[in-house]
């Protein structure tokens, strides 16, 4: 792209600046319009300014700073659209890759990318304004579908593209056990107070990652271990300078979220104030334990956007809201506490409501070049014999729009405790029922042999026990032998254990 763009390279004495030169402009005019990327695709009202990048200040160092290419956002849209549109050159490498990896069968020509074309939208043009990011005139990218004759092929290969990319998202992107096993992921790094990995970490691969993050438990865990003296944690530290930087950085940077006090300040004071740091460390450590050992979670609770019913609650409200960290971390934890479970126990899988969509949002031209649209808009170019083709690829986009789900995952070894689990959901999720599906999956399995304590609880004894206590009982049955028996049976010994608390309960004073 540079040499194009740069123009022929100097040749002779002192041409091995000036090649550098333009190696590093080009390097930096692609990195600046890939900032531009999401506002490419946004409706705001003016162009973001880019952060600084490494690489313009070396530029500036050499003292080749004239030969930096001035980054015209207007002019330049459409190299953008080559690398962050639907058919883009991103989406044609992996939609080849990644299937092969997976060993999914794919098939797509591109055959299609001889039609590219630059189109004007914008400005005065009232009808292609909405296809500007700043509503004024730009030079976008769109594919010509129509030369000397009407190419029918040419928008069959562009929705065959579309549905591979389906294919990749809801086979590989929302596989049950990959997002299990990301939101597992996902925990532990909360747990341990990560809120953002540094950038050695990022590079790491899966293994090498997994151990990493063992190390950082494993250095917390030392620091926060009960009994000891300030003089013990302030040598913990000391030798973690000196034998991990990284990891030190990562274990201040996580006592000061976890406990939001410094690290010098909390090696000051007693176990009181480790114990929180203690308790997410040592959860931290069995989730990647779990995860290493591919002990992953089952689903407990799912949402889809075509099964549910929220009574007016809108799913894109819920996605909002906990793709939050902060907040799904949060109610993670108020449902480990009804149930009963430890820390750890329960994790939330809530992608972005928009993350699963490939929208069709790649522009396309006919015979008459001053008349753009989207791809879904297809029919609105040239109507003739085209509303199959449109409507074809708006089923994909709403293929796409329904593959997005929430869901809550519950530690294989507490999956007894499913049933309770899914009544506090409820409870803080009103309105959002579990998805029919997975519930009547769900109640097979407890009528094929798995009734337990717990699910009698919730199914014949919840009306004898009031929700305040529930957290009680469920703990008290905790404490009991295992019970024996089915039916009437189970039921009058739960019902022994909630009459129990309730007694307890009467003759506490207040």
Same mark, same amino acid.
């Given at each position: 792209?540079?040499?194009?763009?740069?123009?022929?390279?100097?040749?002779?004495?002192?041409?091995?600046?000036?090649?550098?030169?333009?190696?590093?402009?080009? #390097?930096?005019?692609?990195?600046?319009?890939?900032?531009?990327?999401?506002?490419?695709?946004?409706?705001? @009202?003016?162009?973001? %300014? =880019?952060?600084?990048?490494?690489?313009?200040?070396?530029?500036?160092?050499?003292?080749?700073?004239?030969?930096?290419?001035? +980054?015209?956002?207007?002019?330049?849209?459409?190299?953008?659209?080559?690398?962050?549109?639907?058919?883009?050159?991103?989406?044609?490498? !992996?939609?080849?890759?990644?299937?092969?990896?997976?060993? #999914?069968?794919?098939?797509?020509?591109?055959?299609?990318?001889?039609?590219?074309?630059?189109?004007?939208?914008?400005?005065?043009?009232?009808?292609?304004?909405?296809?500007?990011?700043?509503?004024?005139?730009?030079?976008?990218?769109?594919?010509?579908?129509?030369?000397?004759?009407?190419?029918?092929?040419?928008?069959?290969? $562009?929705?065959?593209?579309?549905? @591979?990319? !389906?294919?990749?998202?809801?086979?590989?992107?929302?596989?049950?056990?990959?997002?299990? &096993?990301?939101?597992?992921?996902? @925990?532990?790094?909360?747990?341990?107070? +990560?809120?953002?990995?540094?950038?050695?970490?990022?590079?790491?691969?899966?293994?090498?990652?997994?151990?990493?993050?063992?190390?950082?438990?494993?250095?917390?865990?030392?620091?926060?271990?009960?009994?000891?003296?300030?003089?013990?944690?302030?040598?913990?530290?000391?030798? /973690?300078?000196?034998?991990?930087?990284?990891?030190?950085?990562?274990?201040?940077?996580?006592?000061?979220?976890?406990?939001?006090?410094?690290?010098?300040?909390?090696?000051?004071? =007693?176990?009181?104030?480790?114990?929180?740091?203690?308790?997410?460390?040592?959860?931290?450590?069995? %989730?990647?334990?779990? +995860?290493?050992?591919?002990?992953?979670?089952?689903?407990?609770?799912?949402?889809?956007?075509? &099964?549910?019913?929220?009574?007016?609650?809108?799913? &894109?409200? /819920?996605?909002?809201?906990?793709?939050?960290?902060?907040?799904?971390?949060?109610?993670?934890?108020?449902?480990?506490?009804?149930?009963?479970?430890?820390? =750890?126990?329960?994790?939330?899988?809530?992608?972005?409501?928009?993350?699963? $969509?490939?929208?069709?949002?790649?522009?396309?031209?006919?015979?008459?070049? $001053?008349?753009?649209?989207?791809?879904?808009?297809?029919?609105?170019?040239?109507?003739?014999?085209?509303?199959?083709?449109?409507?074809?690829?708006?089923?994909?986009?709403? $293929? !796409?729009?329904?593959?997005?789900?929430?869901?809550?995952?519950?530690?294989?070894?507490?999956?007894?405790?499913?049933?309770?689990?899914?009544?506090?959901?409820?409870?803080? /999720?009103?309105?959002?029922?579990?998805?029919?599906?997975?519930?009547?999956?769900?109640?097979?399995?407890?009528?094929?042999?798995?009734?337990?304590?717990?699910?009698? #609880?919730?199914?014949?004894?919840?009306?004898?026990?009031?929700?305040?206590?529930?957290?009680?009982?469920?703990?008290?049955?905790?404490?009991?032998?295992?019970?024996?028996?089915?039916?009437?049976?189970?039921?009058?010994?739960?019902? &022994? %254990?909630?009459?129990?608390?309730?007694?307890?309960?009467?003759?506490?004073?207040?």
């Amino acid at each position: 792209m540079g040499g194009g763009y740069l123009g022929a390279r100097p040749r002779g004495l002192g041409g091995q600046k000036n090649r550098l030169a333009s190696d590093l402009a080009a #390097l930096d005019y692609a990195i600046r319009l890939l900032l531009y990327l999401e506002f490419a695709h946004e409706h705001n @009202t003016e162009v973001p %300014v =880019g952060p600084a990048l490494l690489i313009g200040a070396i530029i500036d160092r050499l003292g080749i700073a004239s030969s930096r290419l001035k +980054l015209v956002f207007h002019r330049d849209l459409f190299m953008i659209d080559m690398v962050g549109n639907t058919m883009c050159a991103d989406l044609l490498d !992996y939609a080849r890759r990644d299937p092969e990896n997976a060993e #999914l069968k794919v098939s797509f020509d591109i055959r299609f990318l001889r039609y590219l074309s630059v189109v004007t939208v914008g400005g005065s043009d009232s009808e292609t304004e909405a296809l500007s990011p700043t509503k004024g005139k730009c030079i976008r990218l769109a594919i010509q579908f129509f030369k000397e004759k009407m190419r029918h092929d040419v928008l069959s290969e $562009m929705s065959m593209v579309l549905k @591979t990319r !389906y294919l990749i998202t809801e086979r590989v992107i929302f596989h049950p056990t990959k997002c299990a &096993a990301g939101a597992f992921l996902g @925990t532990a790094a909360q747990l341990l107070g +990560l809120k953002r990995s540094p950038t050695w970490m990022q590079v790491l691969g899966d293994q090498e990652f997994l151990l990493q993050l063992g190390r950082f438990a494993d250095a917390l865990l030392r620091l926060s271990a009960p009994q000891q003296s300030e003089q013990d944690r302030a040598r913990t530290i000391e030798a /973690l300078q000196v034998a991990d930087a990284d990891t030190f950085e990562l274990v201040a940077g996580a006592v000061q979220e976890i406990t939001n006090q410094p690290l010098a300040q909390l090696l000051k004071k =007693g176990d009181a104030a480790w114990k929180d740091v203690n308790n997410r460390a040592r959860s931290a450590s069995i %989730v990647l334990w779990r +995860l290493a050992s591919r002990r992953l979670p089952k689903l407990a609770f799912r949402l889809r956007p075509g &099964a549910h019913q929220s009574g007016g609650n809108d799913l &894109a409200d /819920l996605a909002k809201a906990y793709t939050n960290p902060a907040t799904r971390y949060d109610l993670e934890r108020r449902l480990e506490t009804v149930a009963n479970l430890p820390m =750890g126990s329960v994790t939330i899988h809530c992608p972005g409501r928009r993350a699963s $969509m490939k929208l069709a949002g790649v522009l396309v031209v006919g015979n008459d070049p $001053m008349k753009v649209r989207q791809l879904r808009d297809v029919k609105e170019i040239v109507s003739e014999e085209l509303e199959p083709y449109q409507e074809e690829i708006q089923s994909v986009e709403k $293929m !796409y729009a329904s593959i997005w789900q929430f869901q809550i995952f519950l530690d294989d070894a507490s999956f007894d405790k499913q049933p309770i689990l899914e009544w506090a959901i409820l409870r803080e /999720l009103k309105g959002f029922n579990n998805d029919a599906l997975l519930a009547d999956e769900l109640r097979r399995e407890r009528s094929g042999g798995s009734e337990n304590a717990y699910s009698t #609880l919730m199914d014949a004894c919840l009306d004898d026990v009031a929700p305040g206590l529930l957290s009680t009982v469920v703990a008290q049955l905790d404490l009991q032998p295992r019970f024996r028996g089915v039916g009437l049976d189970l039921k009058k010994q739960v019902l &022994a %254990v909630i009459r129990a608390v309730q007694d307890q309960q009467d003759i506490i004073p207040g």
